[in-house]
């Protein structure tokens, strides 16, 4: 089984689990992308506002600055309209999810998720930010 | 109806009436000559009085006309005033002639039906009379509201009616007062079974409302525990795809990954287990294994136990046995050591104060031991308002514990109820800022049959 095409990209990670953290910090490093992986919405949108980034991945539950607090402040910001960004959350129902996408996130994906599907995703929105920021000259 | 107005004697009306009628009399007697005029005027007056009190001024002047006709049959003249009346017209003299035998002969026979239409139709007025009138009292006695009976004793009108009004009026109060108390009676049903109908909506209401946040309770206990569980299931699926992605050479990763897989699995284990355990205590189907044990040997148990995290912590951890070391109890010692640990565990886990100490002690309460533990931290404390509220389910305080690390929130729920379905109690005393004392206590021996949690027989009652 071979991870797909890497398309290396700079990921943003924002996830309070140590657990869930570290092993999708894992499956996203040996696809072949770069991590940075942070417990807090603050710390995530801290790191966002002083390097650039292909993907920001976020929970929804977090203290320190949570899933729609986070998707807000990335919204807002000037040079992070294109930001792709992919929610990972243990709430599944439809509310949340519909809450989610309302928020501005591109993906809502369900946990347990298929650490596969994540990859592919990663790598669709990677490319769609990419032609997003091709498309605005920033 | 207006007929009591005919009886009063009016002196505007009457009193000209009478004199013309006496002076038709008068007249009467001097076109048939040798009767006293005086007569004849005491005789018109009085047929006419008596006419007006009994049937009215119009069968009065009947009767009037018949007492004339009567005064001039008797004297061979009948029919006087009709001549007179007839000359009055100027008719011709000869025709006098011929009508006056005509009169005489038929006449009579005139008179004869005169009179006694008069007397039927003075017996008619006056039975129709009564008639009516004991009609409109019926009437007015049948639209009475109430009080039929006083109203057939008091009323003087009602008493001068003929006899057979009055039976029907007795019979009739009777009923209306059979009717009365019906009708008082159907009312107070009615009253009884309004405020029922008020008194079960109430019920109801409150059934509902109690259902309402029941289902609400359940929805949040699935959500929770979804959710619970989707997040050590998320890192053991990932973990496990990472192994068998053939980055094997990885060594670092390999371990913490395999790290990653084993706590993942525990904390699974945990949630899953405190949610059966919540589930047995809802439904009061929980099984207590009694034997008989020595306390103190439970307080070992739990420190040995929470040791190590404790040593992590910078923790030191205290046993305070304070009865005699062979002191022995009976009790379900698993569910004892897990309520212990529990309590002991939430202390090392939550605070960083200096010493966690758990200790014991018998305590008399009348004719009833008391076997009862602390656990004491110096940790923050916890808020008067707060310190019911973390014995519900899913309750946690207000911290910025990762949710994976804080638990489900069930355990001092389930704590709570494992020591009430042993027959004691779980209470706790907290002041903020100085620390928190778990307290429970078991009696001597557990009771045989196992109270049902109140939560438990609530929903069932639901």
């Known amino acids: 089984m071979t991870p797909p095409a890497p398309a290396p990209a700079r990921i943003v990670l924002a996830k309070d689990d140590p657990d869930v953290s570290a092993t999708t910090n894992d ?13 807090s919405g603050q710390e995530a949108l801290d790191h ?30 000037a040079g992070l309209g294109h930001l792709p960004v992919l929610v990972i959350s243990a709430r599944a129902d439809e509310g949340h999810v519909a809450d989610g996408l309302r928020n501005g996130a591109d993906a809502y994906l369900t946990k347990p998720f298929d650490p596969e599907r994540l990859l592919e995703t990663v790598a669709y929105w990677v490319e769609q930010g990419r032609a997003r920021r091709g498309a605005r000259p920033a | 109806m207006s007929a009591p107005e005919t009886e009063r004697w009016s002196w505007g009306r009457d009193l000209p009436l009478t004199a013309v009628l006496c002076g038709l009399a008068a007249y009467a007697d001097w076109f048939a000559p040798g009767v006293f005029f005086g007569h004849s005027l005491v005789l018109g007056t009085m047929f006419y009085l008596v006419g007006v009190r009994l049937v009215g001024p119009y069968a009065a002047l009947a009767v009037l006309a018949a007492g004339t006709a009567t005064l001039t049959a008797k004297w061979q003249q009948p029919f006087s005033a009709l001549l007179i009346a007839l000359e009055g017209l100027a008719v011709a003299g000869a025709w006098r002639d011929v009508i006056r035998p005509v009169l005489n002969v038929y006449g009579w026979i005139l008179l004869f039906a005169l009179a006694t239409a008069f007397i039927a139709s003075l017996f008619a007025t006056w039975s129709v009379r009564d008639l009516l009138a004991g009609w409109q009292a019926l009437i007015q006695f049948s639209l ?26 007795r019979r009739l109060a009777e009923m209306a007062r059979r009717l009365d108390s019906e009708t008082r009676k159907r ?15 109430r019920e109801l209401e409150q059934v509902m409302l109690a259902a309402r946040s029941a289902d609400r309770a359940k929805g949040a206990f699935l959500a929770t525990v979804t959710h619970e569980l989707r997040t050590p299931l998320t890192s053991i699926i990932t973990g496990t795809r990472l192994l068998r992605m053939g980055w094997k050479d990885r ?73 005699p070391p062979d002191l022995e109890w009976s009790g379900d010692v698993p569910r004892l050591r897990q309520v212990l640990l529990n309590l002991a565990g939430n202390a090392v886990k939550f605070t960083n104060g200096p010493t966690v100490e758990i200790a014991s002690q018998v305590v008399f309460a009348g004719d009833e031991a008391r076997l009862w533990f602390h656990v004491t931290d110096q940790g923050p404390g916890i808020p008067a308002d707060r310190r019911e509220a973390i014995f519900e389910p899913f309750v946690q305080l207000e911290t910025n514990q990762v949710m994976s690390q804080a638990g489900t929130g069930l355990g001092l729920s389930i704590c709570r109820r494992l020591v009430q379905a042993m027959g004691g109690d779980l209470t706790l005393a907290s002041e903020l800022g100085r620390g928190s004392r778990f307290s429970c206590w078991i009696p001597r021996e557990p009771p045989p049959n196992l109270p049902r949690p109140p939560a438990a027989a609530a929903l069932q009652k639901e």
Do not use: C
Request: proline share 4%.
């Open chain 2, 144 to 169: 009475a509201p109430s009080g039929h009976g006083a109203l057939l004793e008091d009323s003087s009108r009602l008493r001068r009616l003929p006899l057979e009004f009055r039976d029907v009026m």
């Open chain 2, 187 to 201: 009312e107070q049903l009615l009253r009884e079974l309004e405020s029922r109908v008020q008194e079960r909506t």
């Open chain 2, 251 to 323: 060594n670092d990763v390999v371990e913490r990954t395999l790290s990653t897989l084993e706590k993942s699995s525990q904390v699974l284990m945990g949630v899953i287990s405190d949610v059966l355990d919540y589930s047995k205590l809802e439904s009061g189907v929980i099984h207590l294994e009694v034997t008989r044990f020595r306390p103190a040997d439970i307080l070992g148990d739990v420190a040995a136990i929470l040791e190590p995290a404790a040593r992590k912590a910078n923790l030191e951890l205290r046993v305070a046995p304070g009865h």
């Open chain 1, 27 to 39: 499956l996203l490093t040996l696809g072949g992308h770069t991590v940075a992986a942070f417990a």
């Open chain 1, 48 to 77: 966002l506002a002083g390097h650039d980034a292909d993907l920001l991945l976020t929970d929804m539950i977090m203290p320190g600055g949570n899933g729609p607090w986070l998707l807000h402040q990335v919204r807002a910001a």
